[in-house]
Each structure stands twice: as C-alpha cells, then as structure tokens.
C-alpha cells in the first residue's frame, strides 16, 4: 500500500547526485548564456531551454543527464522534455546554486 501510495504521488528516494556524476553523468544548466556567464556549475554544458528541442542529438543518451537552472522550473521542463524524447535517465537537479552545494 505504501509503495503505491509512493508511486501515486511520485515520492522516491533522494537523488545521490554525486553518485551519478561518479558515473558519467552529465549536467545540463538550462538558463540564458548571460545567467550561465554570472555564474555555475564547472563541468556543466550550457543549453537554453529554448533551444534545448533543436539541440537534442547533442545530449548523450548513454549517460544520466542531470538539468539544472535558476530555481528548478526551466530544468523540470527540460526534464520533461528530454523523457518525452527517449531520454531515459533525466533528474532534475532543481536550482544550480543548491546542486552545487549537493555535489561540493
């Protein structure tokens, strides 16, 4: 019962974003070139989420794809649309400046 009820609402178990990196993963900031430039996540490969559609053949399918942004909206939608695309192992880091603390 617990298990469905989990399942009903979508609580899972915390993301070990630092196991996912151990693993290859990549980390996919989708705000603005400017917003990327005032700061983030080193390593991170920048791509708007308005470009994100027409850029899809860039992103390794191969890999964990963590997206990121400002505040977790912009990279939920990412999140979203990269399932939508055949994406298999999308998470959605939520704010960079909190996954950074995650990953540090």
């Known amino acids: 019962m617990i298990n469905t009820l989990k399942k009903l609402f979508g609580i899972q178990p915390p993301t070990d974003f630092r ?3 151990a693993q290859g993963a990549v980390i996919l900031d989708v705000r603005s070139p400017d917003e990327f430039k005032g700061g983030h996540i ?3 490969v920048n791509m708007p989420l308005q470009t994100l559609g027409n ?3 860039q992103i390794p399918q191969n890999k ?5 942004c400002a505040s977790g909206v912009r990279s939920g939608a990412a999140r ?3 399932k939508q695309n055949g ?3 999308v998470y959605n880091g939520g ?4 996954l950074k603390s995650k990953i540090s």
């Open 19 to 21: 196991e996912l990196l």
């Open 42 to 44: 080193k390593g991170s």
């Open 55 to 57: 850029k899809l053949k």
């Open 64 to 68: 964990p794809i963590i997206t990121c």
């Open 80 to 82: 979203a649309m990269l």
């Open 87 to 89: 994406f298999t192992e």
């Open 95 to 98: 704010g960079w400046t909190s």
